[in-house]
């Protein structure tokens, strides 16, 4: 079975906090995302990444960046945390070859006071 | 512009009907579909999908078709059962088979099935 991990399930931050959310696989897959979920939004896409060091952005990458240092790990970093970044964050894999399924994570919420 | 629509945000149905849950699409790019289902504070899980070649796929109570001419898809349950009451949501891809993974996701609909 697929494993994805992410760092925490809730997280409390307050404005202007640099904040780093950790996204862990264990299944060797090549691509990963990171998704925000808001009610009425459905998911979107903040950046992916195919391969390690690299990145492209989503649909909604202000305020964000990633690191990919290790296949097995995907980080999303709020550079200054604001209010309007409080949400449900996802992480999914890919596996690059075959099935277009991606597998998601528990997901963090996240609150900005 | 959306590209995936779920124009219904919830949908609620007696316990043992059929929920048909809808999706529309713009791109006719689009060569495969899926559905995901999500619980609060939990991530979406797969649960079925469709390739641009179908027009019907099963597995259990669950059914997705697929009409091209309408760009039109739905998932029926069928019966419907209290554990089925997540949010589903719908989404596509314009590289079935291929490396990239991307995909596109409706805005979602709140099933809520009925004791």
């Known amino acids: 079975d697929v494993k994805v991990t992410q760092s925490s399930r809730y997280l409390v931050k307050r404005t202007g906090e640099k904040v780093f959310l950790e996204c862990v696989q264990d299944?060797?897959?090549?691509?990963m995302f990171w998704y925000r979920q808001d009610p009425g939004l459905g998911l979107r896409l903040i950046y992916f990444?195919?391969?390690?060091?690299?990145?492209e952005k989503g649909d909604i990458p202000e305020g964000y960046s990633v690191s990919r240092e290790k296949k097995e790990r995907f980080s999303l970093i709020l550079e200054s945390a604001s209010t309007n970044q409080t949400s449900m964050y996802l992480c999914a894999t890919h596996t690059g070859i075959g099935t277009d399924t991606q597998y998601f994570g528990p997901g963090t919420r996240l609150t900005v006071l | 512009d959306q590209q995936v629509k779920q124009n219904s945000p919830s949908l609620s149905v007696q316990e043992g009907r059929i929920s048909i849950l809808n999706c529309d699409y713009t791109?006719?790019?689009?060569?495969?579909f899926l559905w995901y289902k999500k619980y609060p504070a939990e991530g979406p899980t797969f649960l079925i999908s469709?390739?641009?070649?179908?027009d019907k796929n099963e597995d259990g109570r669950f059914t997705v078709f697929l009409n091209k001419s309408a760009k039109h898809l739905s998932l029926h349950i069928v019966p419907s059962q209290p554990g089925d009451s997540a949010v589903y949501f719908c989404?596509?891809?314009?590289?079935?088979?291929?490396?990239?993974?991307?995909?596109?996701f409706g805005k979602g609909t709140k099933l809520s099935v009925k004791p």
């Open positions: 791109n006719s790019m689009f060569d495969y």
């Open positions: 990444s195919y391969d390690v060091k690299m990145k």
């Open positions: 989404a596509a891809s314009t590289n079935y088979g291929g490396s990239q993974g991307n995909l596109i």
């Open positions: 469709i390739s641009s070649i179908k």
């Open positions: 299944m060797d897959h090549e691509n």
